[in-house]
């Protein structure tokens, strides 16, 4: 951004055109137990997967304990970060990227897609 150094480019939600411009902006994450907020944060990135391990350790930080409990949607879900919230023991409730998709009629009967194969 011209006028802001900072600011990554980014889809957002209200596309009143309805083109896919991108504009600039940051991905604010907040933080919350108990309906209130406990941390926030701005990140440049456009994904929330690669915000929620360096969103997890600024909670950290500023409480000097790791969140007992996870709860996102499918935007967070990484094998990194399922990784990084079981080594630090957190509850996660998290789902994976593909879980709206492998919910679909056409994907499930497909038994030569990668996703289903059996693994014994």
């Given at each position: 951004s011209k006028t802001d150094n900072d600011a990554t480019f980014m889809r957002?939600?209200?596309?009143?055109?309805?083109?896919?411009?991108?504009k600039p902006?940051?991905?604010?994450?907040?933080?919350?137990?108990?309906?209130?907020i406990t941390d926030f944060a701005l990140f440049p990135n456009p994904t929330d997967t690669l915000t929620l391990i360096p969103f997890l350790q600024s909670f950290s930080n500023r409480y000097d304990r790791m969140a007992?409990?996870?709860?996102?949607?499918?935007?967070?879900?990484?094998?990194?970060?399922y990784r990084f919230m079981s080594e630090n023991g957190m509850e996660a409730y998290v789902k994976y990227n593909?879980?709206?998709?492998e919910q679909r009629p056409r994907f499930k009967p497909d038994p030569f897609?990668?996703?289903?194969?059996?693994?014994?």
């Open positions: 957002m939600k209200e596309d009143a055109m309805r083109n896919g411009q991108t902006g940051y991905n604010l994450q907040i933080g919350t137990e108990n309906q209130f007992h409990t996870v709860v996102a949607d499918s935007g967070y879900g990484s094998e990194e970060n593909y879980f709206h998709m897609k990668a996703e289903n194969f059996y693994y014994n």
